[in-house]
């Protein structure tokens, strides 16, 4: 089945440090690949998305590549800041289909 | 961006009481709606699909009298904690899609006690 994988956590970083979060996925066809934050005590809002390959989908600073010859979608910001400390979650929804597929999520934590 | 939204964001209760969770689509109409649970520091685990105008679908594991579902319009699902024990409490998020994309609820941090 469908499934995706992403670097365990915590990953600490100090500010202005460069971030990498790397997540691959596992599914038929051309699914729609995404990177999900949440920050304490909140639900989920959407990062930034890619939907067909080769797409790069970038939101405050961060940005992700569809590469569908190593099936990834490593998240990237060149530079953190304490307020990006938060969970992480990639997700993919198969092609022509409407159900998420959560990867395990990975903390950030940005000390200053 | 589609906006969906999620009542009440906390809530407390005692042990045996059942307690309803709402998820609107404000500006849209979802026929489908997802609902998931999330353990402190795990993923979200899905539940169910909520389907509009009949039976939700239910994950393997899922305890379907205990977690009743309804999705009687195209822009509200419900989801009702039923005789609630402390192992129930957790945060709940409901999401909906559209396009291919799927928006988020804020939650609903429930506690048993």
Same mark, same amino acid.
Request: hydrophobic fraction near 35%.
């Given at each position: 089945?469908?499934?995706?994988?992403?670097?365990?956590?915590?990953?600490?970083?100090?500010?202005?440090?460069?971030?990498?979060?790397?997540?691959?996925?596992?599914?038929?066809?051309?699914?729609?690949l995404f990177w999900y934050v949440q920050?304490?005590?909140?639900?989920?809002?959407?990062?930034l998305k890619a939907t067909k390959a080769d797409d790069k989908g970038s939101n405050k600073g961060f940005e992700a590549t569809y590469r569908?010859?190593?099936?990834?979608?490593?998240?990237?910001?060149?530079?953190?800041?304490?307020?990006?400390?938060?969970?992480?979650?990639?997700?993919?929804?198969?092609e022509y289909g409407n159900k998420l597929v959560f990867g395990a999520g990975t903390i950030l934590r940005v000390k200053s | 961006g589609?906006?969906?939204s999620q009542h009440p964001s906390r809530v407390i209760c005692k042990s045996g009481t059942s307690v309803k969770i709402e998820c609107r689509s404000l500006d849209f109409q979802a026929?489908?709606?997802?609902? &998931?649970?999330?353990?402190?520091?795990?993923?979200?685990?899905?539940?169910?699909?909520?389907?509009?105008?009949?039976?939700?679908t239910y994950?393997?594991?899922?305890?379907?009298?205990?977690?009743?579902?309804?999705?009687?319009?195209?822009?509200?699902?419900?989801?009702?904690?039923?005789?609630?024990?402390?192992?129930?409490?957790?945060? &709940?998020i409901c999401s909906a899609g559209r396009h291919a994309e799927a928006f988020f609820g804020q939650g609903t941090r429930l506690t048993v006690v």
């Open positions: 089945g469908d499934s995706v994988t992403q670097m365990e956590g915590p990953v600490t970083l100090s500010e202005e440090a460069f971030l990498t979060i790397n997540c691959t996925y596992t599914a038929t066809g051309y699914p729609s920050y304490p005590g909140e639900g989920l809002q959407l990062l569908k010859e190593t099936t990834s979608f490593h998240l990237e910001k060149g530079s953190v800041q304490v307020s990006d400390s938060a969970v992480y979650f990639c997700a993919l929804i198969r | 589609a906006v969906v026929t489908t709606m997802f609902w &998931y649970r999330q353990f402190p520091k795990q993923s979200l685990m899905l539940m169910a699909t909520s389907n509009e105008g009949s039976k939700a994950e393997q594991g899922v305890e379907k009298d205990k977690f009743l579902i309804n999705h009687a319009s195209l822009t509200l699902s419900t989801l009702t904690v039923t005789s609630a024990h402390p192992e129930d409490s957790s945060f &709940y």
